[in-house]
C-alpha cells in the first residue's frame, strides 16, 4: 500500500519540477565585436551571477586567468540575453577585457540559477575578415 502511494505520489512531483537550461550562442557582429546570446527552456535570457571567457594554453583551457570575467555578489543573479565582450553589464563587477586573438582558442560560460554548458569557440581569418567558428 505504502508503495502504491509513493509511486502515485512521484508523476504528480515530477510534472511540477523543471529544470532550468540554457546555452550560450557566440557571434561577431558588424563591428566586429564578440556577441554573446543567452537562451533558456524557459525563454531567450539567461539567469547570470558570473560569466567567463577564458583562452586555451598549451591544449588546456586555463581557468585560472580569465581573458574576461563578470560576476555579481553570491546569490544574486540578472536576466540577461545579450552580452558584447568587453561592455560594462549594469550590477556586475568586471575584470578588464584582453584583446581576443585570431587563431587562439577560447571557451565561455556562465553560472546562474541553472545548467549552462561550454561553449568553445576560436577567432578566424576568412577571406580577409575576422569570423568565430563554434567548436562544439
Not at 564578440?34 to 567567463?52: C, D, K, P, Q
Not at 574576461?68 to 540578472?78: C, D, E, I, T, V
Request: charged share 20%.
Amino acid at each position: 500500500m505504502v508503495w502504491a502511494l509513493l509511486l502515485l505520489a512521484m508523476p504528480l512531483h515530477c510534472a511540477n519540477a523543471t529544470t532550468y537550461k540554457a546555452r550560450i550562442d557566440v557571434m561577431m557582429d558588424s563591428s566586429g565585436t564578440v556577441v554573446f546570446r543567452f537562451a533558456s527552456n524557459l525563454g531567450l535570457e539567461a539567469a547570470i551571477n558570473t560569466f567567463t571567457v577564458v583562452r586555451q594554453v598549451n591544449g588546456k583551457y586555463d581557468y585560472q586567468k580569465p581573458s574576461w570575467f563578470l560576476a555579481m555578489p553570491p546569490g544574486a543573479y540578472k536576466r540577461i540575453s545579450e552580452i558584447r565582450y568587453g561592455d560594462a553589464v549594469d550590477g556586475f563587477q568586471i575584470k578588464e577585457a584582453q584583446q581576443l586573438v585570431e587563431g587562439q582558442r577560447y571557451q565561455a560560460f556562465f553560472s546562474g540559477t541553472g545548467i549552462s554548458l561550454p561553449i568553445d569557440f576560436e577567432l578566424v581569418n576568412c577571406s580577409g575578415k575576422t569570423a568565430i567558428r563554434v567548436l562544439n
